[in-house]
């Protein structure tokens, strides 16, 4: 018998992959769609690529539109999710999308996002390493589920590995992320307008300020960090979806060039969603578009002691709805690939 689904937030992009995923999906049943300014109209009049859930109308997003599911996809802005979440049944599994529930630091969600702080939730990376073991061993069972920032879990899978197996130093990591701007919502703000991002590479969030940091540095800690620092910079380029992180870290002296290729093996050699490739190639992010994968290559830059990953994940798959069903299957006790594929779209 198929588990019943509502998405909340249902007609922007994390909502969409959402559905998109969720259609395919062999025990998931989507009864309810939600939305703010959208509500009363078809979800195909939204969403006009959703052509098998064209029976759907959207609804407003409340409490009693949601309760009843088995499982709740919230998808909304953050500071939104927490107030709705809070009035939804202990016994329903929610996976919220949105920042809420990622932090499990007041003190950092009141630098860096500000507002109620609505407690930390399990975090949705399941191959996250983490001691001895991975996150999915947090997920088992679980009924409220926190998905990832689809820049913080892109970096944190990058580079966890090594701090894990103690061949990188946690201090002075650099991160610079080619995005896609779909990764910002559908809102219509200038910096995200066609005629500013065609033919240009626009930087935002430079200098420490922005809101993914707190939580790279939470699951790096996860892996064993002491203090981890980070200088990570984001840029806006030209294509609609995706990630393309490249993250370098100081070689602890004296470490082999195959201790470190060893420690990220063996963290992902059994993982179906999470690939090493093999020495000398590279990720592009044409490779993982519309997948629930991340393709990390790996380097040594001798001449200044720095290991180099560059990570290419499609940021509104593995980096959002992705993650979130695939760690929903895991809390249910289902095949954890239930309606997720490896395999991308090209050309």
């Keep these: 018998m198929a588990f019943s689904v509502a998405v909340a937030g249902a007609s922007g992009y994390a909502g969409g992959e959402l559905l998109r995923l969720l259609a395919g999906h062999p025990d998931f049943e989507v009864r309810t769609v939600t939305a703010?300014?959208?509500?009363?109209?078809?979800?195909?009049?939204?969403?006009?690529?959703?052509?098998?859930?064209?029976?759907?109308t959207l609804v407003d997003t409340t409490p009693e539109a949601l309760n009843g599911h088995d499982v709740v996809f919230v998808a909304?802005?953050?500071?939104?999710?927490?107030?709705?979440?809070?009035?939804?049944?202990?016994?329903?599994?929610v996976v919220d999308c949105g920042a809420d529930h990622r932090l499990e630091s007041e003190s950092d969600w009141a630098r860096f996002y500000g507002g109620e702080y609505f407690g930390a939730w399990a975090y949705g990376v399941p191959e996250l390493p983490i001691g001895d073991?991975?996150?999915?061993?947090?997920?088992?069972?679980?009924?409220?589920?926190?998905?990832?920032?689809?820049?913080?879990?892109?970096?944190?899978?990058?580079?966890?590995?090594?701090?894990?197996?103690?061949?990188?130093?946690?201090?002075?990591?650099?991160?610079?992320?080619?995005?896609g701007p779909s990764g910002a919502g559908k809102a219509l703000t200038v910096p995200n307008l066609a005629g500013e991002i065609l033919g240009s590479a626009n930087p935002y969030a430079v200098g420490g300020t922005h809101r993914h940091i707190p939580e790279i540095q939470q699951s790096l800690?996860?892996?064993?960090?002491?203090?981890?620092?980070?200088?990570?910079?984001?840029?806006i380029v030209p294509m609609a979806r995706g990630i393309l992180a490249t993250v370098t870290?100081?070689?602890?002296?004296?470490?082999?060039?195959?201790?470190?290729?060893?420690a990220w093996e063996s963290a992902y050699v059994a993982e179906p969603f999470v690939h090493l490739l093999p020495a000398g190639r590279f990720p592009r992010t044409s490779d993982v578009l519309g997948a629930n994968t991340a393709l990390i290559?790996?380097?040594?830059?001798?001449?200044v002691g720095r290991v180099v990953t560059v990570t290419a994940v499609d940021n509104l798959a593995k980096?959002?709805?992705?993650?979130?069903?695939?760690?929903?299957?895991?809390?249910?006790?289902?095949?954890?690939?239930?309606?997720?594929s490896t395999n991308g779209v090209a050309p």
Excluded at 221 to 235: C, D, H, K, L, Q
Excluded at 249 to 262: D, F, I, N, Q
Excluded at 320 to 337: H, K
Aim: aromatic share 2%.
């Design 36 to 56: 703010h300014s959208n509500a009363g109209q078809q979800l195909i009049d939204v969403q006009p690529h959703l052509r098998s859930l064209a029976h759907l």
């Design 133 to 179: 073991e991975e996150q999915r061993s947090r997920l088992l069972g679980a009924r409220r589920i926190a998905a990832p920032g689809c820049n913080a879990s892109t970096v944190a899978l990058a580079i966890a590995p090594g701090i894990r197996a103690g061949v990188i130093e946690a201090q002075d990591l650099v991160a610079v992320l080619a995005v």
């Design 319 to 340: 980096g959002t709805a992705g993650a979130a069903i695939q760690s929903a299957n895991i809390a249910l006790g289902l095949p954890e690939t239930a309606g997720l």
């Design 221 to 235: 800690r996860w892996a064993g960090a002491v203090n981890p620092t980070i200088s990570f910079t984001p840029v």
């Design 76 to 93: 909304l802005p953050h500071g939104k999710s927490g107030e709705l979440t809070a009035h939804l049944s202990p016994d329903t599994l």
């Design 249 to 262: 870290a100081r070689l602890v002296p004296g470490t082999s060039s195959e201790a470190v290729r060893e």
């Design 297 to 303: 290559g790996l380097a040594i830059d001798e001449a």
